[in-house]
């Protein structure tokens, strides 16, 4: 069956540095979402990619977040320069046309 | 903003109990989705509800939309051990400006003893 992937499982990484998390959405799918998950909180949109740009956003996707599909499988997260807050798990998603999404196993990133 | 309130926080029960949890709203959703999280892992969706009013079954799970579509609710018949992870429900509204984004409970951690 096929599902999302999302590498590294884990990144560790000192404040001010740029991350990249990555994502192979399920292949057919056209909508592609990031959402983080705070220890201990609730599951939060980011942003959606649509059509090879983004369609929405929420307040927490500011200047320091950025996504890409640079080649047609891959999907992107980049984190500028990374905060202590910025510690949370990741969390990719695709969806066809209709309403269900599908998450991948997320990537824990842990701001020193 | 919308909001998604999900209730109870936690449910610790015994084997063969039924329970249910509710998702609560004061805005209209296109769909529900309910999912189901293992510690570490990403959601794994269990099943959407898209119509006012729909019940949807999955072997001893019932899932239920509001007639007006802010509200939902999960119902386990005869729980059984592994049952036992975090349930959460999410709310999304298609068109418009809106591309499927989903709004998410805080989730509610269901334990199961033997």
């Known amino acids: 069956e096929p599902e999302v992937t999302q590498t590294p499982s884990h990144q560790v990484t000192q404040m001010g540095q740029e991350v990249i998390l990555r994502c192979v959405p399920i292949s057919n799918h056209l909508y592609f979402y990031w959402y983080r998950q705070i220890l201990g909180q609730k599951v939060e949109f980011l942003v959606s990619f649509y059509n090879n740009e983004i369609s929405e956003k929420s307040e927490i996707f500011d200047d320091q977040f950025s996504v890409e599909r640079p080649d047609g499988s891959n999907f992107t997260l980049k984190i500028r320069s990374t905060k202590l807050e910025d510690s949370a798990m990741y969390f990719c998603a695709s969806k066809e046309q209709g309403n269900e999404q599908f998450f991948g196993p997320g990537t824990r990133l842990t701001v020193l | 903003t919308q909001l998604l309130e999900q209730s109870p926080q936690f449910l610790s029960i015994q084997e063969g109990e039924n329970l249910t949890v509710y998702c609560n709203s004061s805005?209209?959703?296109?769909?529900l989705q309910w999912y189901r999280q293992e510690p570490g892992e990403g959601p794994v969706l269990l099943v959407t509800?898209?119509?006012?009013?729909e019940v949807k079954k999955l072997k001893r799970l019932t899932f239920q939309f509001g007639d007006a579509r802010k509200d939902s609710s999960l119902h386990i018949t005869a729980a059984q051990t592994g049952d036992t992870g975090l349930y959460l429900c999410a709310g999304a509204n298609a068109g418009g400006t809106s591309y499927g984004k989903l709004t998410f409970g805080q989730g509610t951690i269901l334990t199961v003893h033997p």
């Open positions: 805005s209209v959703f296109s769909s």
């Open positions: 509800v898209v119509t006012g009013g």
